[in-house]
Nanobody, 126 residues
């Protein structure tokens, strides 16, 4: 059972990146997925999540309107599309999965999630 986040890199302010969260060893259809990030010297924060049914919840006001989450169950992958990136978006980004939510629910608290990817670094230059 493994999650792998990828797609990070160095981008200029105003640019875009799409992160992927791919699962191996289990089927993401049965899991809610959350995206989190952790900047240097800061605590890990929940950004947004997608329920098993495809509903999205945002937990971090600074990313609303710029970040979107989607899932492709056929590819066993969840995506985080990040647009209009800012230097303050610089962080390690993590995806996490949990099978404990109902069809339409997910959450922003890291303790609600059972499986975590290793994270992918996103650096936004000014």
């Amino acid at each position: 059972v493994q999650l792998q986040a990828s797609g990070g890199g160095l981008v200029q302010a105003g640019g875009s990146l799409r992160l992927s969260c791919a699962a191996s060893g289990f089927t993401l259809d049965y899991y809610a997925i959350g995206w989190f990030r952790q900047a240097p010297g800061k605590e890990r924060e929940g950004l947004l999540c997608i329920s098993r049914g495809g509903g999205t919840q945002y937990f971090a006001a600074p990313v609303k309107g710029r970040f979107t989450i989607s899932r492709d169950n056929a590819k066993n992958t969840v995506y985080l599309q990040m647009n209009s990136l800012k230097p303050e978006d610089t962080a390690v980004y993590y995806c996490a999965a949990s099978a404990d939510f109902s069809w339409s629910s997910c959450a922003h608290t890291q303790y609600d999630y059972d499986y975590w990817g290793h994270g992918t670094q996103v650096t936004v230059s000014s």
